[in-house]
């Protein structure tokens, strides 16, 4: 079946030291998106990438970082987690056509523990 | 701009009775409209969408939901509650031209046996 992976599910890394998660997609959708949700609350978009167009959203702190290597992959790199940044990671994906229209799926998430 | 407000961020329903959850929207141009469910530990998943075709659209598990212009509303439904229905549902905006959505704040469902 056609869908968003994203690697690990739980991924626990120390205070200060980078740590990188993955998203994988087998639909070949050309948008790739990257969520941040706090317990209880909307998802909140960080960036995305119109095929290999970054756009990273005005409030994403530069501690965030996104690399899109190929249509199938794009990876959220946090540089210097703090224990703000313990969350759950979203990554979604779409095939916007040329009107802007598109449906966002969702892969099953990465909970983010910072000790 | 476009936002989504959620009424009620708990909702609690017996199992068998109505499910109502209320999405009221604000957008200049024409929405597309979005509920997403999210169980504990997991991402979103769509259950249904609007996209200026019939106002009325049916979604997965039993659920639907109602595009009313005049009352800039999506409101979700689903006539029998079922104890896996309990998650948190999320509704959300994407106006023309734009890739992006913006959610309302999350409604949690509980279903009481």
């Known amino acids: 079946d056609a869908m968003v992976i994203q690697n690990p599910r739980y991924q626990v890394t120390q205070f200060g030291k980078p740590v990188t998660l993955s998203c994988s997609q087998t639909l070949n959708h050309n948008v790739m998106y990257w969520y941040q949700q706090k317990s209880s609350q909307a998802p909140k978009l960080l960036f995305h990438y119109y095929d290999k167009d970054f756009n990273n959203e005005a409030d994403t702190p530069d501690n965030f970082q996104s690399r899109r290597p190929n249509t199938s992959f794009c990876f959220l790199d946090i540089r210097s987690p703090g224990l703000g940044d313990a969350a759950m990671y979203l990554c979604?994906?779409?095939?916007?056509?040329?009107?802007?229209?598109?449906?966002?799926?969702f892969g099953p998430g990465t909970r983010l523990l910072v000790l | 701009a476009q936002s989504v407000t959620q009424l009620g961020s708990h909702v609690s329903v017996s199992e068998g009775a109505l499910v109502l959850l209320r999405c009221n929207y604000s957008?200049?141009?024409?929405?597309?409209l979005f509920w997403y469910v999210q169980y504990p530990n997991q991402g979103l998943q769509l259950l249904l969408k609007?996209?200026?075709?019939?106002?009325l659209v049916k979604g997965i598990n039993g659920f639907e939901a109602e595009f009313k212009k005049s009352e800039t509303s999506f409101h979700l439904t689903k006539p029998s509650a079922h104890m896996s229905d309990a998650a948190e549902y999320f509704c959300a905006v994407r106006t023309q031209g734009a890739q992006k959505l913006v959610f309302g704040q999350g409604t949690r469902l509980t279903i009481n046996p």
């Open positions: 957008s200049s141009v024409p929405p597309y």
């Open positions: 609007y996209t200026s075709a019939a106002t």
């Open positions: 979604a994906t779409s095939r916007v056509d040329a009107g802007g229209r598109g449906t966002q799926y």
